[in-house]
């Protein structure tokens, strides 16, 4: 089979419903998908009968509406097509309803207090903008998820909500410019995904892989990446094997899997799929996540998606690429060669940087993970500072505009906006700032503090929400200038003037940028704990209360869940660190010591020196001890975050006491790692994990 044959094979997509669904069906079903209109719920029925028969012609016995509740996973109940008939036979039945809505038992997902359980019904929704598809004999239907009384329980229904509040805003300032036939404008991402690929053995001998997706120990190996020759390097065989067979399960299902590679670290590698509307790009790349973990296991290897899975070495992230397109597909982050253009360009341009800056804190938050804690700031990805990289040119350019002098920069002249020309921008990728938070590239912007695990639709909820509320104010003043191109060009330097201090080109890992930002006033939301509370901010509950996009109990109630969750990664880290410490380095560590104790009484008795035994015994020894004793304290520890008087309190709980006390066991352990008899130590090394591929 050819790659255009299979590419999209079991995906209900516009083909397969142009063929299978009448006429009329089809065009009001496309309508509802192109133009974001509610679905007419007299088609239900045909599109759901023209599915499933689709689907059981394909294999398919089953179907799920598939769901992205707050765990940051997707959610599945599958049920099969059977009904039984009066002869005691059964027929495959697939109603309009059973399209439409879904009721999955919703009381073990994590709602922070919006849905107690005795009222525990949730809902899921059919989302018709993202299409069905098959997978292992299942129809999958993609869904919203929300409960009984209308509070969204999930991460699609608020991206959707976020969506529809940049379509409306963008569509204002485009007919501002004089478009009157843009239907729709939809934001689109495409984000890179990062990975570690390790030998599935290494993964089943190591307790804190299994519990935790990251090694709580491991020292140094000898080699790590400083070679850096890894990156970009020739793909081994078993790892392009798996590429290719991840490749072809990913066209299959109508992802565009484009470009793969080895990254920095050694057994890290990226994908990075053909970015496409973000709430498509947002289900897929949870289908991407998930068929890199089964291709993995059909290879012998495990496929690790924590942000730091091994200490010293490089951790993985995901870029989110984001732009806007109109449903003509016009990118209008693209600059553009007319004035008219040029001029809308550099409209959402300062839309984005205003929001940016406005709105840095809930960037922030939208990655804040105890995974990405690890990452964020710690100079192999961006600072934990947010800032806008925009390159030399587009600077220079806004600059002129600012000092309202001529832009002369390679011997061109600027610049009235909507009247004259921008000069041209160089295309050329080869500067890019690599340390830059969210960098304008060119026609896009890419957010690169994602962790790799994170659903891209938090960050992406935050981005087209504060951005759709910042063209809000923009049309809404602009609506009412009397000189358009004059009202614009006002807007324009005044908004650049008052938020140019989020624009930053230079070195984002130096001290010297932590202490400007600090003057310039930008957040340094260090950890988590720090960032998370904000989402519950005065004004950023306005802000989503004002674009439709949470209530004040959905903010609040996500700011719990996410509080929640990083102490209970956090304490399921302790758990693992204590049982490994003391079942398995702490005897391993005496054995080996008990070992050496023998053979300096066997040495005296022979008259023969023991020095470095001696040495070793007592280094090992005041190590192990010590250790021990560190596992006792991270114990009381956990007991003592127990009883925090709120989720916020936990959190910082665990950031300042509990995690200082895990870096101190781990030291001891890592430690003794290096002195203790290869036999002895219980798990496998790094230098064992990071090259088993
Ligand atoms: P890089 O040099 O970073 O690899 P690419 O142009 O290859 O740059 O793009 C990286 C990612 O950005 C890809 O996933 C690509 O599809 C995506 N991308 C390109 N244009 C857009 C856009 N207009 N909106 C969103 N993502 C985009
Ligand atoms: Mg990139």
Redesign the pocket.
Known sequence: MTVPEMFGENVFNLDVMREKLPKDVFKSLKKTIDEGKPLDSSIAGAVAHAMKEWAISKGATHYTHWFQPMTGVTAEKHDSFISPTQDGKIIMEFSGKELVVGEPDASSFPSGGVRATFEARGYTAWDPTSYAFIKEGTLYIPTAFYSYTGEVLDKKAPLLKSMEALNKQALRILRLFGNTTAKRVVS?????QEYFLIDQKMFDARKDLIYTGRTLFGAKPPKGQELEDHYFGAIKTRVSEFMHDLDQELWKLGILA??KHNEVAPAQHEL????SVTNVACDHNQLMMETMKKVAARHGMYCLLHEKPFAGINGSGK?N???M?TDTGV?L?DPGSTPAENGQFILFLVAVIKAVDDYQDLLRLSVASAGNDHRLGANEAPPAIVSIFLGEELSEVLEALDHDVKYEGKGRQMMKLGVDTLPDLPQD?TD?NRTSPFAF?G??F?FRMLGSTFSIAGPNIIINTMVADTLREFADELEKAEDFNAGLHDLVVRVYREHKRIIFNGNNYTDEWKEEAARRGLLNLKNTAEALPHFSDKKNIALFEREGVFTEREVTSRTEIMLDNYAKVLAIEGLTMIEMAKEDIYPSVNAYISDLCDLIEKKSKLGVPAAAEEELVKKLSAANEAMYFKANEIDKLLIEAKESANAEAAAKFFAEKVIPVMQELRAYADEMELSTAKKYWPFPTYGEILFSV
Not at 188 to 192: I, K, Q
């Open positions: 689109t991402v495409g984000p890179e484009k470009t990075a799929p053909i970015f870029h690429n984001w732009s397109s990118n982050l990728t890019r590239t026609n896009k890419e």
